[in-house]
């Protein structure tokens, strides 16, 4: 009997992560195409889920301008990856949806804002964590930090929120292997081959929506102020850009030019308290293991400034929203998608 789950609210509890090092370790899964999500028949789009917004905000993240989490929301992520997708095509940098803005960024007037999927057993097996504790130093006695449900790992799938999926679907739905549901109309990626992937990048690639093949960036802008990261080619054309949380007020981001020393994928995460202002005086230094719930996330980029990085997040949609430990934080997906667009030299520069 296959088993069908609520599509339910998830409660989230910041995790403030940066770390002096990352280690390797086994993944827990290979790469299959039986992760591609197929199209289920049927329409009914209410207005919220095919408005305008929410198609732009889908339009944006396939052309590499994340706006963060996919909410049909005009907030400040919304905005900022606007004013990118502008400032890339040579259009005025408004940060709002005008019309020669629309025009650039719906070549197809069909485009649809959501779509509805059937989910495959391979997603609905997980792996999944159910009682994956919220504390960093409690995490240390488990093989996996993974998704806590099926309803979180198609939020990130989808580059959305749990409560999104709420609003698309209505609550109640049930949720499992073989079940429809609609979400943001984010495309299935061509399995990524990777030689010697004992990491499973490949499948980490496929759960995010991430395609391997990326453009290849040769300079990295953090702006404090703006709270974007964006992505340069050797020419000097921008060709990416998305939203961050850079540092706080007792960490804050080491403004000045640094470079990538390497990327660590799927990455185990060594827990010092002792790098922590906040920490419990009782907590130890622990080795926690790889997965998309841990505190670096999926990703863990090396930069040259010793004990920072740019990396994942647990919790995608505080990005923007909350401060850092002095370290540069993305949503898993474009966690994801950087790596792919990086290499070791990279020029990164922050700045305020």
């Known amino acids: 009997m296959k088993r069908l789950v609520p599509l339910s609210l998830s409660c989230f509890v910041l995790l403030a992560s940066c770390g002096p090092q990352t280690e390797q370790a086994k993944a827990p899964a290979k790469s299959s195409d039986t992760l591609a999500f197929a199209d289920a028949p049927g329409g009914g789009e209410t207005e919220a889920a095919d408005s305008l917004l929410m198609r732009a ?16 929301k005009d907030g400040q992520s919304y905005k900022l990856a606007l004013g990118g997708f502008q400032e890339a095509r040579g259009l005025p940098r408004s940060g709002q949806l005008d019309p020669a803005t629309q025009q650039a960024l719906f070549p197809a007037q069909n485009m649809a804002a959501t779509r509805l999927v059937v989910i495959p057993d391979a997603f609905a097996r997980g792996p999944f964590t159910r009682n994956l504790p919220t504390r960093t130093s409690q995490q240390a006695g488990f093989d996996h930090l993974g998704y806590r449900s099926l309803t979180e790992a198609l939020a990130e799938r989808f580059h959305t929120t749990p409560d999104t999926l709420v609003a698309l679907n209505g609550h109640g739905t049930k949720v499992g292997s073989g079940t429809t549901v609609r979400v943001p109309a984010i495309a299935n990626v061509p399995v990524a081959k990777i030689e010697g992937d004992e990491r499973g990048w490949s499948d980490t690639l496929q759960r995010l929506g991430v395609a391997g093949d990326q453009p290849t960036a040769e300079k990295i802008v953090v702006d404090k102020s703006e709270g974007t990261l964006q992505a340069f080619d050797k020419q000097g054309k921008l060709i990416a850009q998305f939203p961050v949380t850079t540092g706080s007020g007792h960490d804050p981001l080491p403004l000045g030019k640094w470079e990538i020393k390497g990327t660590s ?41 010793d004990h920072y990085g740019i990396h994942g997040t647990p919790e ?35 700045q305020a």
């Open 57 to 72: 905000q889908v339009a944006l993240d396939r052309a590499g301008f994340s706006p963060g989490v996919i909410d049909g």
């Open 265 to 305: 994928r799927n990455p185990d995460y060594q827990y010092d308290p002792d790098l922590f202002w906040d920490a419990n005086k009782n907590d130890t230094a622990k080795r926690l293991a790889p997965g998309p719930n841990g505190p670096v996330g999926v990703v863990w980029v090396d930069l040259s400034k």
């Open 316 to 350: 995608p949609a505080k990005i923007g929203r909350t401060e850092s430990h002095g370290c540069v934080r993305l949503t898993n997906w474009d966690a994801a998608r950087l790596a792919q667009m990086v290499h070791s030299g990279t020029e990164v520069l922050f």
